[in-house]
């Protein structure tokens, strides 16, 4: 299992930028993909990056060009950076981590963070 923490969230304008930060309890070196998830009001959670296996991301076309998920493996952490923010990027983003092991692969998420874009 793996504790997932999130932070970095706040209140930007547009055009602004934000750096999200997910630090795991564990080593995430083999953990089997990592990355983040957001929920507007009304909708249905979506993804935005990850990691997948190997190196390879993953990100939604709607952040494409302005979204950047990188980590840092001695620290057991995923960042997003997140440019040139739009209205749409309103908000709460979710850390996820799937774990592989006997019997499958697990989901874990963190508490989110709050991102509100908004002149």
């Known amino acids: 299992q793996v504790q997932l923490v999130e932070s970095g969230g706040g209140l930007v304008q547009p055009g602004g930028s934000l750096r999200l930060s997910c630090t795991a309890s564990r080593s995430i070196f083999t953990i089997y993909a990592m990355g983040w998830y957001r929920q507007a009001p009304g909708k249905q959670r979506e993804l935005v990056a990850v990691f997948t296996s190997g190196d390879r991301t993953n990100y939604a076309d709607s952040v494409k060009g302005r979204f950047t998920i990188s980590r840092d493996n001695a620290k057991n952490t995923v960042y997003l950076q997140m440019n040139s923010l739009k209205l749409e990027d309103t908000a709460v983003y979710y850390c996820?981590?799937?774990?592989?092991?006997?019997?499958?692969?697990?989901?874990?998420w963190g508490q989110g963070t709050q991102v509100t874009v908004s002149s």
């Open positions: 996820n981590a799937v774990l592989a092991g006997v019997g499958g692969k697990y989901d874990y």
